[in-house]
Antibody
Framework: EVQLVESGGGLVQPGRSLKLSCAAS????????MAWVRQAPKKGLEWVAT????????YYPDSVKGRFTISRDNAKSSLYLQMNSLKSEDTATYYC????????WGQGVMVTVSS | DVVMTQTPVSLSVSLGGQVSISCRSS???????????LSWYLQKPGQSPQLLIY???NRFSGISDRFSGSGSGTDFTLKISRVEPDDLGVYYC?????????FGSGTKLEIK
């Protein structure tokens, strides 16, 4: 059974940093692109980042480019999202999802950016 | 960026009825490799989104045949037949053809 379990969320002040983790199991992690998708409270879905199987290629929307960094450790079947210079508009539930079709999602982790 | 426009914003249906949700993209979703990466997701209340349909018309594993997807180019439709109570939630379309990946704003399905 495919499982994706996020961790690392919480309350953080604007301008500070936070790192999310996603532990994957039930499939060969190194064979799949992986992604982060977020959902602000009562809002729709927004793609945040994608990483290739080896980690050599990463993709971001303009809204987070230069502030967020996606990475992975295939030996640990883990995905990460380093979030720097956080803004109030980054407040959201962050989901780890398996690319290409976002066929599996984690349960999500809440990130609140507030002073 | 590809803008995904979903209609209607919400709809109400009786149990056993049928509904259609439209999703239009601002650009063709046909990839250079010939595939069309248009997916449909359902987010039930309090849950993570789940994949229903991928590449326009392919049902994901375990998804009922009451769900069907169709369309091409920029115009796509999700149909739900014989609506059941468990179908309520917000439906999203999403495109994976070009970066940045984008989603529609969602269609809320309520049961009468």
């Amino acid at each position: 059974e495919v499982q994706l379990v996020e961790s690392g969320g919480g309350l953080v002040q604007p301008g500070r940093s936070l790192k999310l983790s996603c532990a994957a199991s039930g499939f060969t992690f190194s064979n799949y692109y992986m992604a982060w998708v977020r959902q602000a409270p009562k809002k729709g879905l927004e793609w945040v980042a994608t990483i290739s199987t080896s980690g050599s290629r990463t993709y971001y929307p303009d809204s987070v480019k230069g502030r967020f960094t996606i990475s992975r450790d295939n030996a640990k079947s883990s995905l990460y999202l380093q979030m720097n210079s956080l803004k109030s508009e980054d407040t959201a539930t962050y989901y780890c999802a398996r690319h290409t079709y976002f066929d599996y999602w984690g349960q999500g982790v809440m990130v609140t950016v507030s002073s | 960026d590809v803008v995904m426009t979903q209609t209607p914003v919400s709809l109400s249906v009786s149990l056993g009825g049928q509904v259609s949700i439209s999703c239009r993209s601002s650009q063709s979703l046909v990839h250079n490799n010939g595939n069309t990466y248009l997916s449909w997701y359902l987010q039930k209340p309090g849950q993570s989104p789940q994949l229903l349909i991928y590449k326009v018309s392919n049902r994901f594993s375990g998804i009922s045949d009451r769900f069907s997807g169709s369309g091409s180019g920029t115009d796509f439709t999700l149909k739900i037949s014989r609506v059941e109570p468990d179908d309520l939630g917000v439906y999203y379309c999403g495109q994976g053809t070009q970066y940045p990946l984008t989603f529609g704003s969602g269609t809320k399905l309520e049961i009468k």
